[in-house]
């Protein structure tokens, strides 16, 4: 008899039908004999809508007061799906995330998970009901309100294993699992059997949708097997694990396309100390994150340029930043360009394989596509490319490194939204 | 400096347009200096969609979580209209029943409070903060969630109003007061400037929905002085209060009709000990609610017919239980109307006034109207009439006991529904 944490998204859960549909599921599994903790996301745009509700009462809502707002969301779907589960007999019971013991610190509306009192759980636990916790909230010291984030849901989830000692996280989406690419993208993308934490945080990094990044975060540090699986069929899913030698044998897992960035360079800056500082400070201060950075000697002597990436709701603001930095540091013209992809490849294997690089830029180059910028890590290699060629350069590399008929499944690759 | 607790109800905060309109007003009356609690309900309407989802996911909701759903409708109320006085550029802070420290006993859907730990409200408002109340819910001794059942926000800010020793309790609804009659009914009611508990409770009870019955009990065992008015308008309204001598003067001070009740009439009970025990118990096991209750001699000597009203939605149910207990006990056929009415007159006067119940049966029987029932109380005189001259029988009552023209205002008459 093993104890899992079960994850159900808004899409999962949301209207009556899905509620009852998901009921049964989850009742059928716990007949089998598991002890079960579901966690559950508020209806498919709930959240979105009591936002919205916000704003009319409100030209720039308080955080706590949204947050208090927000929560309503998941409580809502843990009562009506207890409510849906004892009418098929099970015993169930819901818990708001401050009777689930969710301890968080007080940044409203981003909150981070500090601790987690189980007791209340396992006591509900011991009596034999399944306990459906309502995912994204937690409560702060003094007993404020708190809300995750978006995707928060997935880290109430993996916490919560991780703090109940559960055998396994399942994540249930509306995919089948990780992929080696976005099906959508190439239709010869595989479903992985399973990917290490590393990968899988590259991945969410580089813009995969299937699993919350600092979910993944939470597993990795607390080694909680993630199951990602889809809620409309019974396929076995990815399983997110730790590391293991047959995954180390494999150079790249998986390839992911992100189409939200922006591109700036400054050209001609004075190669001198601090210069970087004076391009970057004015930057970060106006809450701008700023992604890859590449410098390069620019063609005059004394000189260099300096290209980087934003966000491309950001792309516009930032260009008018760097522009007044230019002048200040009597740098060159400044060019922006917001239509550009990036692309990565992830594999534990790039650590001990030489030539995978060079492999992707020769594939890339094979079919005339430019490269912009490139960075590199440990385990991936990210490329800046035009926007239009993103969807190519993903089949060409997916045929390069053999995803289809590699010995392992592969990542999944989501354009972020 | 006055502390005020204010109740506004669903209507009073039915979309984000009234709920600004209302926060206009609270931010106003915090300006000239009063420390405010408001209590808020749910936005008109809510409970009952929140209802119905409930019955979509299980046949019988389980009570436990339907108070877990039903307590989202005032946590969204009371978080959209500190939102909307923040916006105003007060500081406002919400609070769940549960953060308001409102302890209940765990009868889910109708928990009665047990206890107010007032710390918390008196923490904000020691720092200038208006303090915005979810009303109607509260929390047992484990941390589950209850709702205090329909009506229960008033009761709520009666009984912080008595916890945090407030000076006054003002209750906003869609009526400028409590009236003498119903003034659909009658043109000729007057909005009293002020009444007593003992008179407010008998009107409740009979029928009048201005104040939630629990309220009214809660202010007059913590004598808490309610100002009933409308949260549409600047009028005056009425306040409910301790008597007084002036108000003892008044020997009736307002009419209430009901026309929710049933008769039920058991004829030749054979007049032996016990044999009222035998017709009633069934019908209280049945989980119905009995009101008037007149035993009478039968023509047959040592016989006795038995009337009684109950509501009319369990008056089929309670007619064949009475039947089979009428053979069971060899009475004699038993007979049923379900058009009745119940008028009352209600007055402290009563009590040191004679001829009052005779005034009152002149004045009807001489527009004919004939009374099928009668029953009495301290301050309250009720007769059941047939339905079709409830209407007439206020106007004729008002007349009688010239309510138009006394000193004091009356009390409303408001059709239960």
Do not use: W
Not at 345 to 363: C, E, P, Q, T, Y
Not at 393 to 399: E, G, Q
Request: with cysteine.
């Amino acid at each position: 008899m093993a104890l899992v944490v079960q994850k159900y998204g808004g899409t999962s859960v949301a209207n009556p039908e899905r509620i009852k549909a998901v009921a049964e599921k989850v009742v059928g599994r716990r007949r089998k004999g598991d002890d079960l903790v579901v966690v559950l996301s508020a209806r498919a745009g709930e959240t979105d809508r009591l936002i919205a509700l916000a704003h009319e009462v409100s030209l720039s809502p308080d955080a706590r007061e949204m947050d208090v707002l927000l929560a309503t969301g998941e409580q809502t779907t843990v009562a009506l799906f207890s409510m849906a589960v004892r009418n098929l007999g099970v015993e169930a019971i819901s818990m708001t995330g401050y009777q689930a013991g969710i301890n968080t610190d007080r940044s409203y509306g981003q909150a981070r998970i500090s601790g987690i009192e189980t007791r209340p759980i396992m006591e509900k636990l011991h009596e034999g009901r399944i306990v459906v916790v309502a995912g994204f909230q937690g409560y702060d010291d003094e007993g404020n309100i708190t809300t995750l984030g978006r995707g928060g849901s997935d880290t109430t989830a993996v916490a919560l294993a991780a703090a109940l000692g559960a055998d396994v996280c399942e994540i249930y989406t509306d995919v089948e699992g990780v992929f080696t690419a976005d099906p959508n993208v190439y239709s010869k993308a595989r479903k992985l059997d399973r990917i290490s934490y590393e990968e899988m945080f590259e991945m969410a990094s580089m813009g995969a949708k299937v699993l919350h990044l600092r979910s993944v975060e939470f597993g990795m540090k607390y080694h909680v097997p993630i199951m990602v699986l889809s809620s409309f069929t019974d396929a076995p899913g990815t399983l997110v694990t730790k590391e293991d030698e047959e995954m180390e044998k494999v150079v790249v897992s998986g390839i992911t396309y992100n189409k939200n960035e922006g591109r700036i360079t400054i050209t001609n800056v004075p190669d001198q100390p601090g210069m970087a500082a004076r391009v970057f400070r004015p930057i970060s201060d106006a809450g701008i994150n700023v992604d890859l950075i590449v410098q390069s000697g620019a063609g005059i002597p004394g000189r260099a340029d300096i290209s980087f990436t934003v966000p491309k709701t950001a792309h516009k603001k930032a260009m008018e930043i760097v522009e007044a930095v230019a002048r200040e540091i009597d740098a060159g013209p400044v060019h922006g360009n917001a239509s550009i992809a990036k692309i990565s490849i992830i594999g534990l294997g790039m650590r001990n394989h030489s030539g995978v690089a060079a492999k992707m830029f020769d594939s890339l180059a094979r079919e005339n596509i430019n490269l912009k910028m490139i960075s590199t890590s440990e385990i991936k290699i990210s490329c800046i490319i035009e926007e239009k060629y993103a969807e190519l350069a993903v089949r060409v590399l997916h045929d390069a490194f053999e995803l289809e008929t590699a010995p392992h499944g592969r990542i999944e690759v989501q354009e972020e939204t």
